[in-house]
Structures are given as structure tokens and as C-alpha cells.
């Protein structure tokens, strides 16, 4: 089998493809051929060291993956060989095949292409997470989301209009905007021409209000200031992630004035303690994508020998939606 190794923490470009040999098959474990490796932004942090993980050298990357079952061990019952299948392998998906628990691997519905299926389960989850478990969202709410042609931040736009809120998208580019309308945004907002906090603030207006419900912020960075100050009473800003590369430090004041909170969404940290609601969760994301509810993306495919490029695109803000590696 062929695997992306990362040998060394530095610059993308040191990847290298490898031939190794296939891996034992225990007896409550499956082979998968993978037919597509989800890219994620933390898959390029890994792989250069700058993530507050640093997995043991060498490691292959790779979070998610979607294929086909080749090969079920001894005690396996509940999967059969030709089964479609994704998997959440946090590490070692970037390869032409992956062994795993059979516990771990999950049947792909009908509805979804393999690309899809890799790309999901982390963008999603961390969107259902946000806006039903911590934020408590409910139809009719304005949702300001930040990175809205990004992986979690589209998720948030599908997710947002799914359960009736009213979705204004930013971001910095036409084709990402485009992507969130077509997933449900009501209105965009360009984050290099708008005023944030302004441009908000008369979309909300129009609406009869005099600023947004909530927040959902993947970017951080300088935009999050301003997006706090788009809060209406109550307003509930979400800090999901810092893709800017800029931890924001904001202001208590402006969280003190119109009673505004702010949310903490750890969606990898809450599984842990949270297992059953984690897996009932899945379950109702993919019950929603299966009843046309949600719409997942389909992911820009790259060769797997483009690894650096796929993964240079996604840091440099360059991939509109999701990607994936196709073996
Ligand atoms: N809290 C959680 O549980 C959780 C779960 C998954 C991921 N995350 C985090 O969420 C963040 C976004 O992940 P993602 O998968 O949505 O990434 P993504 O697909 O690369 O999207 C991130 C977006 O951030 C914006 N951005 C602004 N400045 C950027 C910069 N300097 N470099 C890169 N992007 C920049 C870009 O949108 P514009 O071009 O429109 O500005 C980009 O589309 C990451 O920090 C990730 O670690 C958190």
C-alpha cells in the first residue's frame, strides 16, 4: 500500500509517498480501500509541527476517509466485503488503504459520493454541535458566520438554514460567497470591502432588529471584534477556531453591554465524556443529509502525489468548500 509520510515537521513540500507493507488484520478489525482522504485545515498544521499536538515522527497524516471494505476479521458480523464505508481515523487516512476497528467504520448512505462522505464528519458535527448543543439555536434567529465558504464555516451556513435561522455569510471571495448562498445564506457580506460590525448591523436592521442573534466564528483573527459588536441583546458569539492564525483578545465591556456571551464549541474535546450523544448526533446528521435536510459539499479532488498542493490551498485560504485526496 502507498502512504503520504510525514518524516520530519517542516515545510508541505517534504511529504513524501511510500510504498509500505499492508498492515495485519486483527480479528474485530476491517481493511479499507480508501477511495477518498478528507483534507482538513489541522491535517497542514500537523504536518509542519505548528498544531498543540505534535503526533510522534514519522506519522501519516490524514483525519478522515471515505471507501470500500476489502477484507472483514474473523469476528466482524455487521460489515461484508463491498461495503461503503467512512471512517474518523484522526491519524493515517492519507493512504491507499487503512485497517480499523470495524466499531470505527461507519455504512455510507446511498445519498453520498465517496467525496463527501470524507469531508463531512468533521465539518458537520462540529456545525450541528455548535448551533443545536452549545448554542441552543431556534428558527427565525440571525446567524452571522464567519469563513462561510470554509469547511465548518459552510457547514454552519447548511446547518443554520436547516433549523430556519437566517444566514448572513462572510467571506473574502465571490466563489465562497456564491457557495453559501447556494447552501441557504440569505444574504453575504465581502470581508474585504464591508465593514463587518456595519454591514451586519443593516442586514439585521432590515430584519427589524438592531444586531445579530449569534456569531460563528472559525477565523478569529481581526474580524472578531467587530462581529462581537454586530451582538444584539443576548447576542451569543460561538468561537470555533482561528484559521487567521490570530487568537483574538476581545473586549469584556462589549460582552458586559446587552447582556452578550460568549461560547466556547471544543466539538473534539466534548466526544470523550460524551460517546452516546456523540454517536446520536452523527445519527441525526446523517438522517438530515439523507432526507435532502443538509447538503454536504462536493469536495475538489487532488491526486494523492498533489498532497502539498492540497494542503498549501487550504492554508492559503485557496479551496472554496472542501477537498479531498483521491488515492
Ligand atoms: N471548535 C471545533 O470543534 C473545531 C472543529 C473543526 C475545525 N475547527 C477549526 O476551525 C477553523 C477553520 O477550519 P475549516 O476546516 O473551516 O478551514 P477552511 O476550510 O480552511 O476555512 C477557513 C476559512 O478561514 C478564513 N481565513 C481567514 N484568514 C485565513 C488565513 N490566514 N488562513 C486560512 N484561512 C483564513 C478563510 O475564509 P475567507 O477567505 O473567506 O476569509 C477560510 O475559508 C480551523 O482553525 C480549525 O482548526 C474547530
Redesign the pocket.
Known amino acids: 500500500m502507498r502512504v503520504v509520510s510525514c518524516n520530519s515537521f517542516g515545510p508541505l513540500d517534504q511529504l513524501t509517498i511510500e510504498e509500505r507493507p499492508p498492515r495485519e488484520l486483527g480479528p474485530a478489525d476491517v481493511r479499507i480501500e480508501v477511495k477518498a482522504a478528507g483534507v ?3 491535517d497542514g498544521l500537523f504536518v509542519q509541527g505548528l498544531y498543540q499536538v505534535k503526533p510522534p515522527l514519522p506519522f501519516v497524516p490524514g483525519g478522515e476517509i471515505a471507501g470500500v471494505v476489502t477484507e472483514v476479521g474473523a469476528e466482524v458480523s455487521d460489515l461484508a466485503v463491498g461495503q461503503r464505508v467512512f471512517v474518523s481515523t484522526g491519524l493515517g487516512g492519507f493512504a491507499t488503504e487503512v485497517v480499523v476497528p470495524a466499531g470505527a467504520a461507519v455504512a455510507t448512505p446511498d445519498a453520498m459520493t465517496d467525496g463527501q462522505a470524507a469531508t463531512f464528519v ?2 458537520y458535527m ?1 456545525a450541528w454541535f455548535a448551533l443545536h448543543v452549545r448554542a441552543r439555536a431556534s428558527a427565525g434567529q440571525l446567524l452571522l458566520v464567519l ?1 462561510a ?5 459552510l457547514a454552519a451556513v447548511d446547518v443554520g438554514r436547516a433549523m430556519g435561522l437566517q444566514v448572513l455569510a462572510a ?3 465571490e466563489a ?1 460567497r456564491a457557495v453559501a448562498v447556494a447552501h441557504g445564506a440569505a444574504a453575504t457580506l465581502d ?1 474585504t470591502a464591508d465593514d463587518l460590525k456595519t454591514a451586519a448591523k443593516e442586514w439585521a436592521k432590515a430584519a427589524g432588529r438592531s444586531g445579530v442573534d449569534l456569531v460563528y466564528d ?2 478569529g ?1 481581526s474580524l472578531a471584534e467587530s462581529a462581537l459588536r454586530s451582538l444584539d441583546d443576548d447576542g451569543q458569539y460561538l468561537v ?6 490570530e487568537i483574538p483578545r476581545l473586549p469584556a465591556n462589549q460582552v458586559l453591554l446587552r447582556n452578550r456571551r460568549v461560547t466556547g ?4 474535546g466534548w466526544i470523550g465524556k460524551h460517546q452516546a450523544e456523540n454517536r446520536q448526533m452523527l445519527h441525526d446528521v446523517l438522517a438530515a443529509i439523507s432526507a435532502g435536510d443538509l447538503h454536504p459539499v462536493e469536495p475538489r479532488a487532488y491526486a494523492f502525489e498533489d498532497v502539498a498542493s492540497a494542503l498549501g490551498d ?4 485557496n ?1 472554496v468548500g472542501k477537498s479531498v485526496l483521491v488515492p
Open positions: 482538513n485545515f489541522v468533521q465539518s462540529t469563513g465558504g470554509g469547511g465548518v464555516g467571506a473574502s471571495s465562497k470581508t472559525p477565523v483573527g470555533i477556531g482561528f484559521a487567521a492564525g464549541v471544543d466539538w473534539g487550504q492554508l492559503q485560504r479551496v
